[in-house]
């Protein structure tokens, strides 16, 4: 390894430059930042949620949307979850859409089967 500022030879473990007195920079393997494809921006080390952020999305289709809204729900938070405890993963964004688009329509959804069960039980009367 090399000293940054003045090129001089250094030891393996050393902290500073013995020529120019500059620090060592220490890289080690888990501090060498991972790329992708994506540029960082699906994360992929945080599935629950980026399946809650796809969840979420299709959570607004009509007869599957109930049973997405709340799965994208429970994941994204479970996501949230995974990146509070290692913030090194991601996907707060991606759980913070499936969480809001899950709760979004699995009440739009509810609403909706309650309107539709009231309409039928009207007729029959």
Same mark, same amino acid.
């Given at each position: ?16 430059c013995t020529r120019c007195g500059a620090p060592a920079e220490i890289i ?11 540029? !960082? ?5 945080? &599935?629950?949620?980026?399946? #809650?952020?796809? =969840? @979420? *999305?299709?959570? !607004? ?5 109930? &049973?997405?809204?709340?799965? #994208?729900?429970? =994941? @994204? *938070?479970m996501g949230l979850r995974d990146r509070r405890r290692t913030p090194v ?6 759980? @913070? *859409? ?5 709760c979004i329509f699995t009440i739009f959804w509810t609403l909706v089967i ?12």
């Open positions: 390894m090399k000293c940054t500022k003045c090129g001089e030879e250094l030891l393996a473990n050393a902290i500073a080690t393997a888990e501090f060498i930042p991972e790329g992708d494809a994506t540029g !960082g921006i699906i994360p992929y080390k945080n &599935p629950k949620a980026l399946i #809650a952020y796809y =969840l @979420g *999305i299709a959570s !607004g289709l009509p007869l599957i949307g109930l &049973p997405f809204g709340i799965a #994208a729900f429970v =994941l @994204g *938070i993963i991601k996907g707060s964004i991606h759980a @913070g *859409i499936g969480i809001g688009c899950g309650v309107a539709m069960v009231t309409a039928l039980m009207s007729k029959q009367h």
